[in-house]
């Protein structure tokens, strides 16, 4: 018999420093036969006995330890094993079993390596499994394969996602990837599909890929925006949301802030924080104590998952949803549809911050009327407002009103601005009357708002601050002239 050193180079597959650390379950030099499908495979008994215990060794150690018992000779008494199975899928685990690498190059490869393996019980399954958890998931998205590294998908802005959830599921355990069956008297392992999303674009995904790997993907409009964000929320890439929803961050050189410009739909609770005014503090939720009714403060925004820092936020408010009233109180604010609702959450959220209820309603009113989600969306139930919202309009606001710029200067800084016969922009009026500021009982309706929040001391006694929107820029129309004049012809 030759020893176990010589043997080594007839396989081809183990060096002399390897094959002392391969179990003595098979005599290593002897090749045993397995036929897979319609090719018979010949491996040494050192090449299974390196995988062991498996289906094959502990097929062929059976035959060889009942030809000892009969006192037959092995050579006659080793039989050919034959197994029903895919005989390519099998070359590459005769390759595992004779020491090579195998890295799985798709996903059907990777099901059928892996579903294969678990059959055979072989040590390729477990370092499958690894290749999973630790180096790449392998999956179709819409009609393109795709290999993602582990690396992106463990960022914690980014995880849990759709694809560590769902392959954690999968692959669970080794003992049970084939629940419900009996592996002792499994014929053959059950059709496991390649893990697969048909229903989203290839394309899309791709640029989401490209985003999580830390390189910039240029958006070419909206529609494209709109397309990268639904399959970000799709696939619960939270923090890859964060920084696609449309925003703009710089700093105020005149107010020495930095500023986030976000859409009021975009606005997350888990980003607001109210900073003091003076000492530049975050106010925590609960932190009223250590807010001085003598101080006020700013609506600040951090993006979850994603910001550092919170900054001043600039809340831009679309679609014709605010109305601007002008009252002998002043400016005010009415919001209309979603916004209302929208405006109304946002308010409970910061009232929470303040340590406030969310609601002034008396409990027992709440109670009997079906508690606080049978109230109406509406600022007036915050203890912040009034339903028409405290607006300041000062002269520092870009204010584009019907088609043309206007300045806004407060009743008081207009009169004695008459007194002293400045010459101020004039704007017509229907009554052919020229005035620098709107007459009481005016309105605007606002198309598009930009509006910094303030917290101040309360004005209306519901509470002992209230919420104030100053605004930053404003594009109005007064009546349905001006609004008719920002029309646009449909295009061809």
Known sequence: MASSTSAAPSD??????????????????????IQIGGEIFKLSGASISSDAPSY???????????????????????????????PVTFSDIALHLQGYHIQPHDGTHFVRLFADAQFYNCKLALEIMVTLYEESIFISIGDREFQIPRDVLTDPANSPNYF??????LFARRDEVFPGLDREGLIRPPSILPPSVPNRNADTFADLLRLLHGYPIRIRDETHRDELLRDARYFHFKGLE?????????????????????????????????????AEEVIEEGGIAAFAESMSGWVNYSRP?????????????????T????????????????????????????????????????????????????L?????????????????????????????DYTYTPPHLAENADSAGANSRKRRRTEGALSDEP?????????????????????HGKSNFECAMEAVCLEAFSSELGRNKTRGFLRN
Request: aromatic letters at 6%; hydrophobic letters at 35%.
């Open 376 to 404: 109406r969306a509406v600022p007036g139930n915050t203890p912040l407002s009034e339903d028409l919202v405290i607006v300041r309009l000062g002269p520092e606001a870009a204010v584009t009103l019907d088609g043309e």
């Open 323 to 374: 109305r601007l009233h002008f009252t002998t109180d002043g400016p005010r604010a009415e919001f209309f549809g979603d916004t209302c609702a929208r405006v109304s959450k946002l308010f409970e959220v910061i009232a929470t911050k303040l340590g406030l209820p969310p609601t002034t309603q008396p409990l027992g009113l709440l109670m009997a009327s079906g508690g606080a989600r049978s």
């Open 12 to 33: 081809g597959s183990h060096t002399e420093q390897t094959i002392h650390k391969i179990p003595d379950i098979l005599p290593r030099e002897r090749v045993f036969p």
């Open 56 to 86: 094959f060794s502990q097929y062929f150690l059976c035959q060889i330890k009942q030809a000892q018992q009969n006192g037959q000779d092995i050579s006659a008494s080793i039989r050919t094993l034959y197994i029903d199975r895919d």
């Open 164 to 169: 560590s959830l769902g392959f954690g599921l």
């Open 305 to 321: 998952y994603v910001d550092d820092a919170p900054a001043e936020l600039v809340l831009e408010i679309g679609a014709e949803s």
């Open 439 to 459: 007459l009481e009982g005016e309105n605007w309706t606002i198309k598009r708002g930009q509006w910094r929040l303030r917290i101040q001391r309360s004005t």
């Open 242 to 278: 964060q920084k696609l929803i449309p925003h703009s961050i710089s700093f105020n050189s005149v107010r020495q802030r930095s500023e986030i410009v976000l859409r009021l739909e975009n606005v997350q609770k888990s980003g607001i924080h109210i900073i003091h005014d003076r």
